[in-house]
C-alpha cells in the first residue's frame, strides 16, 4: 500500500527562526511530490512540485529537496513569518496507469512572535 | 467569483436531515473532487469526475451522494449521516488529460465544515 508518513505531526518556532519538516513515501512508481500549504479556514494551496530528476524546488522563503533514491523530502522555511503558521501536506503521485495521489496527514507550523 | 468557491462554508445537521454541499469551479477546468479532511488524518479521496463522468469512487457509504451536472459544478447530497462522518469536506478541480497520464495541479476550495449532531 503506498503510504507516505510526515514528521514532525507539530512544531512551535520563533519568527525569524528556520525550520524543516519531513515526508517519507513508499509510493513506486515515483512520478511527482507537492507540498501544499493550508491556511486555517481555507483549502490546500500548491507551493512547490518535484519530479523524479529534481533533488531542489525553491519558492521564496520555501525550499523543498527530493532524494528519490531514500523516498524522502524535507520542505525548508527560511526566515519565518507569522504567515507561515499553517498545516504543509506532502502529497505523492504514482506513476501508473491510474497516478493515484498519495496524501500524508500533514505538520502543523505555529509562528510565534 | 475566482477559483474554487464552496457553499456553504459551515453546515451543522441532525442525523435525520438531508443536506446538499455545492462546489462551484471558475478555472476551466475538466476534473472536479470530493476529498474528506478528518483532524490529523491524511485527505480521503472520495470521489472523482472527468468530463462530467464519474471515474472513481473509493468506497463511500451511499449516505454520500454525489451529482456533477456540468464541468462547473459539482454537489455532495447528504442524508441520514453518522457523527463520525463530522470532518471538512473539500472540494478541487484540476485540468487533466484525457487520455489519462499524470494528474496535474489540484486548485481547492475552502471546504465546509461539517458537523452532525
Known amino acids: 500500500k503506498n503510504q507516505v508518513e510526515q514528521s514532525p505531526q507539530s512544531l512551535i518556532i520563533l519568527e525569524g527562526k528556520n525550520c524543516t519538516l519531513q515526508c517519507n513515501y513508499t509510493v513506486s512508481p515515483f512520478s511527482n511530490l507537492r507540498w501544499y500549504k493550508q491556511d486555517t479556514g481555507r483549502g490546500p494551496v500548491s507551493l512547490t512540485i518535484m519530479t523524479f530528476s529534481e533533488n531542489t524546488k525553491s519558492n521564496g522563503r520555501y525550499t523543498a529537496t527530493l532524494d528519490a533514491d531514500t523516498k524522502q523530502s524535507s520542505l525548508h522555511i527560511t526566515a519565518s513569518q507569522l504567515s507561515d503558521s499553517a498545516s504543509y501536506i506532502c502529497?505523492?503521485?504514482?506513476?501508473?496507469?491510474?497516478?493515484?495521489?498519495?496524501f500524508g496527514a500533514g505538520t502543523t507550523v505555529t509562528v510565534r512572535a | 467569483e475566482t477559483g474554487v468557491t464552496q457553499t456553504p462554508r459551515h453546515l451543522v445537521m441532525g442525523m435525520t436531515n438531508k443536506k446538499s454541499l455545492k462546489c462551484e469551479q471558475h478555472?476551466?477546468?475538466?476534473?472536479m473532487y470530493w476529498y474528506k479532511q478528518s483532524a490529523k488524518k491524511p485527505l480521503e479521496l472520495m470521489f472523482v469526475y472527468n468530463f462530467k463522468e464519474q471515474t472513481e469512487n473509493n468506497s463511500v457509504p451511499s449516505r454520500f451522494s454525489p451529482e456533477c451536472p456540468n464541468s462547473s459544478h459539482l454537489f455532495l447530497h447528504l442524508h441520514t449521516l453518522q457523527p463520525e462522518d463530522s470532518a471538512l469536506y473539500l472540494c478541487?478541480?484540476?485540468?487533466?488529460?484525457?487520455?489519462?497520464?499524470?494528474?496535474?495541479?489540484?486548485?481547492f476550495g475552502p471546504g465546509t465544515r461539517l458537523t452532525v449532531l
Open positions: 478555472l476551466g477546468h475538466n476534473a
Open positions: 502529497v505523492v503521485s504514482a506513476r501508473s496507469g491510474d497516478y493515484k495521489l498519495s
Open positions: 478541487a478541480s484540476s485540468q487533466d488529460h484525457p487520455s489519462g497520464g499524470p494528474r496535474n495541479e489540484q486548485f
